[in-house]
């Protein structure tokens, strides 16, 4: 787990999660380590505070939790 640059990410959520934020993951295509390793920056909505915690999820991990979340009726 890692932190995200203050300044330099963009964060995207499902236009499916409400619009106080509070329920949803983010990504980052622009994050420092999808840029230098490859990796999709992933983080908790609620907590997107610079220096709060990161998940680094390779391509083939985070489409498979995209698909599962998009097929699994629990979710």
């Known amino acids: ?4 640059p203050p300044e330099r990410t ?3 959520r499902s236009t499916y999660s409400g619009h106080d934020g509070g329920d ?4 980052s295509p622009t994050h420092a ?7 999709v920056a992933v983080r908790d909505s609620k907590r997107t505070r610079p220096g709060n915690p990161v998940l680094h999820l390779t391509h083939q991990a985070w489409t498979h939790l995209v698909d599962w979340t998009a ?5």
């Open 10 to 12: 963009t964060w995207h």
């Open 33 to 39: 380590e999808a840029e230098v390793h490859g990796k």
């Open 1 to 4: 787990m890692a932190t995200s």
């Open 71 to 75: 097929t699994d009726t629990r979710v």
């Open 24 to 27: 949803c993951v983010e990504w």
